[in-house]
């Protein structure tokens, strides 16, 4: 997904990228349903939709050390004016323009007019992270973009020993303390860096070392254990009303196994001819199916009242995936034509 870089042809990376947009689709068509047609759902429907949902987060974190993988790697070189002037940017323009545009659509969405006085509140929507919600993902590659330098130091030259320290500490502060939220304990502790994002790209930095190339079996039972625990957590959960919502998320310790086990067998899959080809078309215009997807989930809820529970939950989600996909891969194949918007996405 991430097109801030110069990206490095590796077939594996471009199959993930392929794997990991149509995992982010997915959750958010499954979650835009039930957000906009749930109370109407049944709840074996809802729990179906919130296992597929649940079962998908390892997308960003594969998107994040890929990222990792690219722009840590020890033979790159990122000086600061190429950083500000081409990666970060390029974000920035990204939320000018996508973000501007999602943002107004929400204001036709609610008030079925299109003002331009509503610019200054568009932009405003912009500064303050107000714009559709898959966005948050741009202002998260800002925030790792603008400390960069910090984590080069880090990828270039720590030892082994040292990296693994610091991916523990992090780990630990930002995904094994969270599950003391399942007891209501909230800890005085704490670590300087607050979210679990820096982990993820460092983890890119430690696959390129070899850090965590386990045995392709080792792999298989760490995604097969902790899917199933996600499975199993999720039906207590939204069937059952147990609070385990901390178990979901980028921070989850299950997401943290599942994620480095995926990326595993991932990169160790040796996909040849046509699927070869099909997937890396779409991993290479995943950046801009991320930023699109969210036009068609939206216009189908919200304009023209899709709701996928009405029509059989099972295939009216799996249709508007699939279909959501093709029109956005044939949307972004348009806007790569197009001077100016073809250079961010």
Not at 78 to 102: D, E, Q, S, T
Not at 181 to 186: A, T, Y
């Amino acid at each position: 997904m991430q097109k801030g870089m110069e990206i490095k042809k590796n077939k594996h990376f471009e199959h993930i990228r392929a794997f990991s947009v149509l995992a982010v689709i997915t959750i958010h068509t499954m979650y835009s349903a039930l957000l906009q047609f749930g109370e109407g759902a049944l709840v074996a429907e809802k729990i179906l939709y919130r296992c597929v949902m649940n079962m998908m987060w390892w997308a960003v974190p594969c998107f994040l050390m890929m990222t990792g993988s690219l722009l840590l790697d020890s033979n790159r070189k990122v000086p600061l004016k190429k950083l500000y002037r081409k990666y970060i940017l390029r974000m920035l323009l990204v939320l000018l323009i996508f973000g501007g545009a999602f943002s107004w659509m929400e204001l036709f969405f609610d008030s079925r007019t299109l003002e331009l006085r509503q610019i200054l509140q568009v932009a405003y929507n912009v500064l303050t992270g107000n714009t559709w919600a898959h966005m948050w993902y741009i202002y998260c590659l800002l925030g790792l973009y603008v400390l960069l330098p910090m984590y080069k130091i880090f990828a270039d030259y720590a030892s082994d020993e040292q990296l693994k320290y610091i991916l523990a500490i992090l780990f630990l502060f930002e995904s094994i303390f969270r599950l003391l939220k399942l007891l209501e304990i909230n800890l005085g502790f704490y670590c300087h860096i607050n979210t679990i994002y820096p982990f993820w790209l460092l983890m890119g930095a430690a696959w390129n070392r070899g850090m965590f190339k386990y045995d392709k079996k080792i792999n298989i039972a760490l995604v097969m254990v902790s899917s199933g625990i996600l499975i199993f957590t999720t039906v207590l959960w939204e069937g059952f009303g147990v609070p385990l919502s901390s178990l979901f998320g980028y921070d989850s310790v299950l997401v943290v196994i599942q994620s480095i086990g995926l990326f595993a067998l991932f990169n160790s899959m040796n996909i040849e001819n046509k699927l070869d080809q099909v997937l890396s078309e779409i991993g290479e215009k995943s950046f801009g199916i991320y930023l699109i997807h969210m036009v068609i989930i939206n216009l189908a809820y919200k304009l023209f009242k899709f709701n996928p529970f009405a029509v059989g939950f099972v295939m009216g989600g799996i249709i508007l995936v699939i279909v959501n996909l093709a029109l956005s891969y044939i949307m972004v194949t348009i806007m790569k034509h197009l001077p100016g918007i073809k250079k961010i996405i």
